[in-house]
Nanobody
Framework: QVQLVESGGGLAQPGGSLRLSCAASGFTFSSYAMSWARQAPGKGLEWVSGIYSDGTDTYYSDSVKGRFTISRDNAKNTVYLQMNSLKPEDTAQYYC???????????????WGQGTQVTVSS
């Protein structure tokens, strides 16, 4: 069955960095776009970043553009989110999600991971 397992979360200081990983299994990873989303305490789910199946196209929300970088290694069935210049408002549970197509255009998500907590605080 499809599994998405996030890791790499933790506590970081403002201005610091963290790298999240999402290990995928149970499907042909290289055939599907992937995204990261987050949910801060008391707030709704926010899409953060997405990447096409072949890694050629990447997209970011305005809130993280220029600070976060999404990438994928199709040989390792893993998608990453490098987070730099972290801010307290980046504190959230971060989830990876599998799209239903190779691109992100009008592609809903059918599987989500369990999430990894990121806390940015001094």
């Amino acid at each position: 069955q499809v599994q998405l397992v996030e890791s790499g979360g933790g506590l970081a200081q403002p201005g610091g960095s963290l790298r999240l990983s999402c290990a995928a299994s149970g499907f042909t990873f290289s055939s599907y776009a992937m995204s990261w989303a987050r949910q801060a305490p008391g707030k709704g789910l926010e899409w953060v970043s997405g990447i096409y199946s072949d890694g050629t196209d990447t997209y970011y929300s305005d809130s993280v553009k220029g600070r976060f970088t999404i990438s994928r290694d199709n040989a390792k069935n893993t998608v990453y989110l490098q987070m730099n210049s972290l801010k307290p408002e980046d504190t959230a549970q971060y989830y990876c999600a599998k799209a239903t197509a190779p691109s992100l255009n009008y592609s809903p998500y059918d599987y989500w991971g369990q999430g990894t907590q990121v806390t940015v605080s001094s």
